[in-house]
């Protein structure tokens, strides 16, 4: 057994509001500079939808992650004598076109306009050619506009379901849209990791946060396509590739990242994961619909005395020990099974997991009639206007029962909170729903406790770095090193040193 400590995220959709918050905290600190206008290291994506860049989830045309052969797992982006042949053409790369062009506006034009009988507006221009412009796009276009014939008809995960299905979700009354937050997933297996060629991109040993090494990149950008979520970006001032960093000074002393201590929905928790390095290949070698649950057979019992002695000896202390039992990530993913990963088929092992929504199920259309009634308070799963499979391609690798079982739980949860504040339940409907994920009632309030009424330090469980670092790091400016610190350097990166 070889312990290691991965810091891990959950996300909890059906808290997400789409405020994009998270978004413009992680712009601000980190990528506000030349080169790094286009890049959103945080963004939050409308599903249905075709997300930032265009249509990321479909690996026929950007292959990236792993799959298959041979029994074996290998690049999708093919081998090393594929990638040398590709070096001058990467056929393979997300353009600018698929991002957006970036633009700012000419300000000054709202005080220099001679007067006239019009408002003075500020016109865009372009941050690429420095000429007017006409926006097309952005990192969050589609926002709000599932059901679109342009946007949410283009979703690859469309491919799950059948046209019966994909024509019901474009009915004006079914339409239905949830957002989805991503940052990069720091995987157990990063595909971004083994493509590169200079070896700039690393996981931390301490933490298994992925960083890129400024000094070493040579701006290849084979990191760019192996990322199946595209959340390595190139700077094209720097010649540099670059990518979140889990703000690590931020979590070497204790502080959550900016993302995440700026949600407004609270949706965000941040915690460890003992997992057993010598099972990731077996892991990530399973059909797509057992991903899932190899992946979390991955995760280790932070109480098992066991594991705590094999943890011990790899060098993990007691306090992190302390801080893996309490992690609010282990609750969702492994001890509730609330929590997935995103696209597990995709074969990097990610470690941020979301927990699917539990979606606005009060009305459905039977032959064209638009009901609100049900003969119980909330309508089933079952009857959600988002197919199952939808989700299921998301986040399980098209098998339902993880998404089944997820949804469920939530469902009992509710029912039973109902019951417990307002008592309009009937008790043998709440007992039946919690049977029928095993959930006993002592469960089913911790669950509601962590999801709607968790402080700070109950969401964001961070493992004790080293006192000495951490005392340093206060001392440093971080606002005046952004884009060099961050990392992990004093002298800013410069193209082709």
Not at 264 to 272: A, N
Request: aromatic share 10%; net charge negative.
């Amino acid at each position: 057994m070889d312990v290691r400590l991965q810091i891990s995220m959950v996300f909890h959709l059906d808290k997400c509001i789409g405020c994009h918050t998270c978004s413009i905290a992680c712009k601000n600190v980190w990528t506000d500079r030349k080169g790094a206008e286009y890049m959103w290291w945080n963004n939050v994506e409308t599903k249905p939808g075709t997300g930032y860049p265009t249509a990321w989830e479909d690996q026929e045309k950007y292959k990236g992650g792993w799959e298959r052969k041979n029994g074996q797992p290998e690049l999708k982006m093919g081998g090393r004598v594929l990638r040398v042949l590709n070096v001058f053409h990467n056929p393979y790369m997300p353009k600018l076109d698929d991002y957006y062009e970036p633009w700012t506006y000419k300000y000054e034009d709202l005080f220099n306009a001679p007067e006239g009988a019009d408002q003075p507006t500020a016109r865009p221009i372009s941050m690429v050619t420095g000429q007017p412009m006409n926006i097309e796009a952005g990192p969050n276009w589609d926002d709000d506009l599932s059901g679109s014939p342009i946007y949410a008809a283009n979703d690859p995960n469309f491919a799950a379901l059948t046209d019966k299905q994909r024509q019901e979700l474009f009915e004006i009354e079914r339409l239905v849209f949830f957002y989805l937050p991503r940052i990069c997933n720091h995987c157990l297996n990063a595909g971004c990791v083994a493509a590169c060629p200079s070896g700039a991109i690393y996981k931390r040993g301490e933490d298994g946060i992925v960083l890129i090494n400024q000094e070493v990149c040579r701006g290849w950008r084979m990191c760019v396509t192996a990322c199946p979520y595209k959340k390595t970006f190139y700077n094209w001032s720097t010649g540099k590739s670059e990518k979140c960093i889990l703000c690590f000074p931020r979590l070497e002393t204790g502080q959550a990242p900016a993302c995440f201590h700026s949600c407004v929905g609270r949706i965000r928790y941040l915690g460890g994961l003992l997992y057993d390095a010598d099972k990731i290949l077996d892991a990530m070698n399973v059909p797509d619909d057992q991903l899932v649950e190899a992946q979390r057979d991955l995760i280790l019992d932070p109480f098992d005395p066991e594991v705590r002695e094999a943890a011990l000896r790899n060098g993990i202390d007691d306090a992190t020990l302390e801080a893996a039992r309490r992690s609010p990530v282990y609750k969702y993913v492994k001890e509730w099974k609330l929590a997935l990963p995103l696209h597990p088929e995709f074969r990097t092992l990610p470690m941020l997991f979301y927990v699917p929504p539990l979606l606005p199920v009060m009305a459905n259309t039977d032959d064209g009639t638009y009901d609100t009634a049900n003969a119980e308070l909330f309508s089933p799963i079952e009857k959600a206007r988002l197919p199952m499979q939808y989700l299921a391609k998301l986040f399980s690798g098209g098998n339902l029962e993880p998404v089944r079982y997820a949804l469920k739980k939530q469902y009992a949860v509710r029912l039973f909170k109902r019951l417990d504040t307002v008592g309009d339940m009937d008790k043998v409907v709440v007992k039946h729903a919690l049977n029928e994920v095993k959930m006993n009632e002592a469960e089913a309030e911790a669950v509601y406790r962590l999801t709607s009424l968790p402080t700070m330090d109950e969401r964001f469980v961070i493992p004790p770095s080293h006192r000495e670092e951490a005392m340093q790091m206060l001392s440093d400016d971080f606002l005046m090193d952004r884009g060099e610190a961050g990392m992990g350097f004093r002298d800013r990166p410069a193209r082709g040193a």
